[in-house]
């Protein structure tokens, strides 16, 4: 990249970040003190370079290049070593630098005197560690074991040393976790039963793509990165169809747009599936050599599916399944993205079925092109050394040859007496009510923020008031902190060692500590450490994590030689080089066409499937009963990953306060006009906020986008969607997953 070239993305930068940091000029001046003019005499030599990698749990996983002078971060870039982040970052990514230097930072250890009542005080580590320390042991003393203390963790700070935490608690003995997830587990499932893994092609050769369906994704905003792929396939002529219950910036970008009665997903792939049967567009070779239980689902979509009763539920005109269809299985190669929002439904699994389905019986399994895109874990062959700690000696817990497996089971070797006691992340307030002998008494929340992200929030409320600890590691003041006792301030991802690999694409990067950490803030690893010295301190022999730890010492036990092998590297300071792409046979999964399936083939009928309590055929399943007026729809933001970054002044800039979002026509009848204050309300709860009119939105259709956060504004979606479970997820995450779309309510102005 030429300087000229460069200087001329700064100027870029800066102009965006100009107008961003509108509301704050003179911190922004401070801490970016280049001017365009300035900008054009860049020169590299003047900044120390550091390498990062995005840890915010999204499609991009972004590499970036960090430039430090003097010790603070003075802006941020896209690697161009990637050819899929390619030099640039998302939004949110240039909102990064902020992030670190934002006044509303955690900056100290701090105690709440009476939760909910913003009455904190600074306190030192030792002092914290002292009141955690003492409670975990009093939940020892009174129960005889650990399980009353529990752990909410997930990915909201992604990083293989950041499963130090799950490693912490661990290290202390046998514990209650929380365990599945919110985001993916039902198509988890279903890629499993039919393919034997969840494996995606190089999101890279989409552009070799005949034939492209986005459904329910909306990578204009959540893999901005994706779009050139899905673009360059359009110019290279392929067809783009976007099916998508809301008219998002990727359904512009469409050729077709689809906007199904929500949950109708997969009535709308075995219409079209039938048609393809019917027209003689099978791909027979595919489904006689590589698969099994095709004759039986080809006689399934004969006796129970029409292209006409998947018109009706699914509201599409059957002219156009029937096309579409016909154009989607003549493509060579086509292709399906399958957006992990269509599956948050109680029929979520079933409906990725009958996806996978449609792609196999027309022979684009295993194709450079093709495939049913997921996601894949390829990629994370690390060893999980900061996961694996042992339990102090003597240490008792839940008794059983296994509990249920965590999102990733990354574990080996012989069942164990003892284990811990595993509950259903997505059921968080319900389980803390329900858990007894013995019951939850203290809680660990970290890389997650549950009053934004878990379900029903007025209930989460009143199980947190159970609890007689909340230990909270944050970088803000979030609500969980606010329903918290204790906050633990944490490191940004300028402050840290670890290293990051996405569930999308095959790029891995490290990620440097480009800056000493700020205030008192430390990682994970770093809390574990001090906490195990503090109990070590008070029992001596309660707690089996190291005291005294080398961050990138960490980092590099979580490499063997086989993700070596896998990335090209002799050892993992070679990414200090700049991001890498695992060497791929293929850029399609399963082009050797050897499938993980107990059949070693494409199951269409699976009996794995159906020994865990679901069809063995992707038949057709419903979707949830409407139980209020309004579908109600809560996908994610623009401006935000969940409830992170859109607190951010720079982000408020943009993102000025949350809207609901719904047809003109409903308004009419509700008597509600544009920019009304209205009251949206159902069995878990109410909000009040403005409304946007927009024809966006189907009718009978409640758009929120998930989270937003600020000073004044007590704005939480949660208070709307209870905790109803998908059909699957058990079976690889260790937990159902939830139906966030399958929720409804009604509204009225205020």
């Known amino acids: 990249m030429s300087q000229k070239t460069r200087a001329l993305s700064r100027r870029q930068f800066l102009k965006g970040i100009s107008v961003a940091g509108a509301a704050s000029l003179l911190p922004l001046k401070l801490l970016m003190p280049y001017s365009a003019e300035a900008a054009t005499a860049f020169r590299e030599q003047d900044f120390q370079i550091f390498r990062n990698a995005c840890p915010r749990n999204c499609y991009d996983t972004c590499s970036i290049k960090t430039y430090v002078k003097d010790g603070v971060v003075k802006f941020i870039e896209g690697a161009q070593e990637s050819t899929f982040t390619k030099g640039g970052l998302c939004v949110k990514g240039y909102a990064y630098p902020r992030r670190v230097y934002s006044p509303d930072r955690i900056k100290y250890p701090m105690v709440q005197d009476g939760r909910r009542t913003g009455n904190w005080r600074r306190v030192s580590w030792d002092e914290a560690m002292d009141r955690i320390a003492g ?75 005949r034939f492209v369906i986005i459904w329910g994704a909306n990578p204009a905003w959540c893999s901005v990165h994706s779009m050139k ?30 906007q199904p009665e929500t949950s109708s997903d997969g009535a709308l792939a075995l219409g079209m599936a039938r048609h393809i049967l019917d027209q003689g567009l099978v791909d027979n070779d595919f489904v006689n050599t590589h698969a099994i239980g095709y004759a039986e689902f080809a006689a399934y979509l004969r006796e129970n599916v029409t292209v006409e009763w998947a018109s009706q539920v699914s509201g599409i005109p059957a002219v156009q399944i029937k096309e579409v269809a ?67 000696e003597g240490s008792t817990g839940f008794i059983g040859a296994t509990g249920p497996k965590g999102e990733f089971d990354f574990t080996k070797g012989e069942a164990a007496s003892f284990t811990d006691r595993t509950v259903n992340i997505n059921k968080t307030a319900q389980a803390i009510l ?42 803000f003041f979030t609500e969980t902190v606010n329903n918290s006792d204790i906050v633990l301030p944490v490191t940004t991802l300028f402050e840290e060692w ?56 960490w980092l590099e036990k979580e490499f063997n030689q086989g993700i070596y092998d896998y990335l090209g590297i002799k050892h993992w300071t070679d990414l200090k080089n700049g991001p890498v792409k695992a060497r791929l046979a293929s850029s399609a999964s399963w082009s050797d066409m050897k499938f993980g399936t107990p059949s070693g083939k494409y199951e269409f009928q699976s009996e794995l499937c159906q020994q865990n309590g679901h069809d063995a055929l992707p038949r057709y399943k419903e979707g949830r009963k409407p139980y209020d007026e309004f579908r109600l729809l809560t996908p994610h933001t623009k401006f935000g990953l969940h409830s992170q970054f859109v607190n951010l002044d720079w982000m408020q800039e943009f993102n000025k306060e949350p809207f609901l979002y719904m047809h003109p026509d409903d308004a009419q009848e509700k008597k509600i006009a544009d920019l009304d204050t209205v009251r949206v309300f159902n069995k878990v709860g109410e909000l009040k906020i403005k409304v946007k009119l927009t024809s966006n939105v ?20 949660q208070n709307l969607v209870d905790d109803e479970s998908s059909d699957m997820g058990a079976y690889k995450t260790g937990a159902p997953g939830v139906a966030i779309h399958g929720q409804f309510a009604n509204v009225e102005r205020v």
């Open 498 to 553: 670890t290293v990051n690999a996405s569930y999308w694409h095959y790029w891995v990067g490290i990620n440097e500590q480009a800056i000493t950490p700020m205030y008192e803030t430390k990682s994970n690893i770093e809390i574990a450490a001090v906490l195990s010295k503090k109990m070590n301190q008070l029992s001596p022999g309660s707690c089996t994590f190291p005291q005294d730890i080398d961050t990138r010492e």
């Open 326 to 392: 016909e154009e989607f299985a003549t493509a060579d190669p086509a292709t399906i993205w399958i957006g992990y929002g269509m599956q948050r439904h109680t029929n979520g699994g079933a409906s990725v079925r009958a996806i996978d389905a449609l792609v196999a019986m027309t022979g684009n399994v295993g194709k450079e092109g093709g495939g049913a895109r997921y996601g894949h874990l390829r990629t994370w062959g690390f060893n999980y050394h900061a996961l694996l700690q042992k339990q102090p």
């Open 229 to 258: 792929y899905v673009n360059e396939a359009k110019r290279r002529g392929a067809k783009v169809v976007v099916i998508d219950p809301i008219f998002t910036q990727t359904a512009a970008k469409g050729d077709v747009y689809w």
């Open 135 to 209: 409670k975990i042991l009093e939940i020892k003393e009174k129960d005889g074991n650990l399980l009353g203390m529990g752990l909410t963790k997930y990915s909201g700070n992604f990083g293989i040393t950041n499963y130090g935490v799950e490693g912490m608690m661990s290290s202390l003995g046998y514990t209650t976790r929380f365990v599945g997830t919110p985001c993916w587990p039902a198509g988890i499932d279903a890629q499993n039963y039919d393919l034997g893994d969840m494996w995606c092609n190089d999101p890279e050769d989409m552009v070799k793509s």
């Open 698 to 717: 189907a009718k009978k259709s409640l758009v929120i986008y998930e989270a937003w956060f600020g000073a004044g504004n007590d704005f939480n979606v």
């Open 434 to 475: 329900d858990t007894k002998d013995p019951a939850l008494r203290m809680l660990w929340v970290s890389c997650k923020n549950p009053f934004a992200q878990d379900f029903d929030r007025p209930k989460l409320e009143k199980a947190f008031d159970t609890l007689e600890m909340v230990v909270s590691v944050e970088q």
